[in-house]
């Protein structure tokens, strides 16, 4: 089985001729010579300014010469993949279909992670406030008690601290005394107390959030979520409560939100090591995400204690979706079908989008059978033609499908059929056209050859058939004792059955010219032999006439054939043009009595000839050509035509007959086969010696 064609088949360049006969390679063997040569220099010397210029000019030459063999790869490739129309229906189903559904799930995947994320840093700050709020309540409240019995503080703070350490173990509870003196209760792990009410604490309360660096870690921070409030309206001292968010707190803190604090980044951390790490370092606030646990950030503001001023940190946090969707679910208690809303909401969108998938895989798979289906019949046509281009046109496809593509198939196989059929014909018109040229051939040496001038009398004649062959004649028979005949004949009719009867005239002719010295004698003749073989549709006029150059007189017979102009030599006008029209009907008509009536009408003229005369002999294709308005030439003006040129040469006055003629016709066709001849006289008589050599050059032609 022979392969199928591919447009990638062509044959490609080699690794050589694409480097140098193409620019792209020779730019690129340059540029890597310049480069090579730079390397080298830049080993032993020192490279000067104008050699790293031309380095770089040479490094952009390199990206360019790449870029465009790139370029021509990508091409290729795409040739060689996408060349099968199947490839493009599939690919372009892809775009179409699967790549607008990837599209849209990747769009509400991305618009879920952006709203999960900004759901877990609501949820987490709102965890983080509350352990912020019981912190300012702790506070408040043991700076109420202390202003009431200021003698009981350290009881006060310890009875306080042993509350709430069962809520937050980590809590350490501290009271600067007026006089200076500071009072703890807790573990104060993480700082030493405070010994000083800072100068920016105005108020009578601050709750918030400290930073300080995280020991060993450089580049995080621990928080601590601290409260102050003043005693008595300043003058009692102050009381401050801290929790740091350990890994105790930040558990509480994930199991009340769903979200768990990573790590933290001050603003001084994050500048510090942006020239060591990469930005997208999860510690520095970037987010990243997958799809069962995500990452996220979040900004807190934090104080610094001895100064007061506020800074903000960045908090890295995670969370997984089930968790987070639990803790959004958790508010809504309504029970469908014995499960909770949001779970039966859930159960629907996983159905949904199950189904979804399902419908996808099933348009996919049914986009790839339609692509295969229609694919396959546009091979079978590419195949078909390709059969029809190598000549086999008896290949026919097999028609699988009622469909248009069937219908296509089916078209196809009758066109290949029309094809075969229109050869064969193609090759019997040439045939036939082979054959009709060698007719034309041998009808045109039928025809007198050579020079037609004779001693005394300048001749000229034309043929010219309307098809291949025609049925239009004419011929000069020499007849002894200086005798010339002439004839012209028009046979009904024109192609190949006028062009045999014309054959078979001229043979009856030019036998019976040896025998009948009488033109009426000769045709009648003639019409008596043909008419038994002439078919009842067919007939032919002709002309027939004796010149005795040497009497200076012709003698002629008409049977039905147009009249001869005769124009005196000594004419002065039109009016002088004499057309000869002697009585005849046509010869070879097949009908009762017409033999009798041949010979009855059939009328012998004679003239005298005298130097300057000419004689026109012609068929109606010369008088009958018409134009595109249908409008013939007519007689009268080819009468007009010999009178005002017949001082000219006999050749001459054809040529001027001829271009007038094909000047009336113009563009259009010929209809009938012209012919033509012209006699002018020179001289009154011929001498005999003339006449004798006259004689034998036409025995000699015939």
């Given at each position: ?149 200021p003698a009981s503080a350290q009881q006060t703070i ?199 998938l399902v419908i996808e895989a099933v348009a996919l ?322 001498s005999p010696e003339s006449v004798a050599a006259m ?8």
């Amino acid at each position: 089985m022979r392969a199928t064609p591919r447009a990638v088949d062509l044959p490609r360049p080699s690794v050589r001729e694409l480097l140098v006969s193409s620019w792209p390679g020779r730019l690129f063997l340059l540029a890597a010579g310049i480069k090579l040569f730079v390397a080298l220099w830049r080993v032993i010397f020192s490279v000067p300014a104008p050699l790293r210029v031309l380095s770089s000019a040479a490094t952009l030459a390199l990206a360019v010469a790449v870029g465009v063999f790139v370029w021509r790869l990508f091409v290729l490739i795409k040739r060689q993949l996408l060349w099968r129309v199947r490839r493009k229906l599939i690919l372009s189903y892809i775009f179409i279909g699967v790549v607008p559904s990837l599209l849209i799930v990747v769009f509400f995947l991305f618009c879920g992670a952006v709203l999960f994320m900004s759901v877990a840093a609501y949820l987490f700050k709102s965890g983080y406030d509350k352990v912020v709020d019981d912190v300012r309540v702790v506070a408040q409240a043991a700076a109420v008690e202390i202003a009431r019995t200021p003698a009981s503080a350290q009881q006060t703070i310890e009875r306080v601290h042993r509350i709430r350490s069962k809520q937050y173990p980590a809590l350490s509870v501290a009271y600067i005394a007026p006089d200076g003196s500071v009072h703890t209760a807790g573990r104060w792990k993480h700082l030493k107390p405070p010994d000083a009410i800072p100068s920016w604490l105005t108020e009578d309360q601050f709750a918030g959030t400290l930073a300080m660096p995280m020991p060993g870690v450089p580049d995080q921070a621990e928080l601590v979520v601290r409260s102050a409030a003043k005693v008595g309206g300043g003058g009692g001292g102050l009381v401050v409560v801290d929790i740091p968010i350990d890994e105790q707190l930040v558990q509480r803190l994930h199991d009340a939100t769903g979200v768990h604090a990573v790590a933290v980044t001050t603003e001084q951390q994050a500048a510090r090591a942006a020239a060591e790490r990469s930005a997208s370092d999860a510690s520095r606030g970037t987010a990243s995400w997958n799809l069962l646990w995500t990452k996220s950030v979040t900004q807190l503001d934090y104080r610094d204690w001895v100064t007061g001023a506020t800074r903000r940190a960045t908090m890295a946090i995670s969370y997984r979706l089930g968790d987070l969707y639990k803790q959004l679910a958790s508010a809504q208690s309504f029970i469908v079908a014995g499960m909770r809303l949001a779970d039966a909401i859930m159960v629907v969108v996983f159905v949904v989008a199950f189904l979804f998938l399902v419908i996808e895989a099933v348009a996919l798979l049914m986009g790839l059978a339609l692509a295969r289906s229609i694919t396959s019949s546009v091979h079978e046509l590419f195949m078909g033609t390709e059969r029809v281009r190598q000549g086999d046109f008896a290949h026919r496809i097999n028609i699988q499908s009622n469909d248009q593509l069937g219908e296509l198939a089916g078209s196809f196989n009758q066109m290949t059929g029309s094809i075969e059929n229109l050869l064969q014909t193609a090759a019997e018109k040439k045939r036939l056209e082979e054959e009709l040229r060698i007719a034309r051939q041998i009808q045109m040496s039928l025809l007198p050859r050579g020079p037609l001038d004779f001693p005394g009398m300048g001749v000229t004649a034309l043929c010219v058939p309307a098809r291949e062959v025609g049925g239009d004649y004419y011929d000069f028979f020499p007849l002894g004792d200086g005798r010339l005949g002439v004839l012209i004949a028009d046979v009904s009719g024109k192609g190949t059955s006028a062009a045999l009867y014309m054959a078979e005239l001229k043979g009856l002719v030019l036998s019976l010219s040896q025998i009948y010295q009488s033109p009426r004698q000769l045709l009648m003749e003639v019409n008596r032999i043909i008419s038994e073989n002439l078919d009842t549709r067919s007939f032919i006029t002709m002309t027939y006439g004796v010149i005795d150059l040497a009497a200076s007189v012709m003698t002629f017979a008409r049977a039905g054939h147009t009249p001869m102009i005769y124009l005196p030599g000594n004419s002065r006008g039109s009016s002088d043009v004499r057309v000869l029209a002697p009585s005849g009907i046509v010869v070879g008509l097949r009908i009762p009595g017409a033999n009798e009536k041949f010979a009855e009408l059939l009328e012998e003229d004679r003239i005298e000839l005298h130097k300057g005369d000419v004689l026109v002999l012609y068929t109606d294709g010369i008088t009958e050509a018409m134009n595109a308005q249908s409008d013939l030439f007519g007689e009268g003006r080819l009468s007009r035509l010999v009178a005002e040129h017949g001082h000219l040469e006999s050749g001459e006055l054809r040529e001027r007959i001829l271009r007038e003629v094909e000047a009336f016709v113009g563009g259009a066709d010929q209809h009938d086969d012209m012919t033509m001849i012209l006699m002018k006289v020179d001289e009154m008589a011929a001498s005999p010696e003339s006449v004798a050599a006259m004689t034998r050059t036409l025995s000699v032609e015939s």
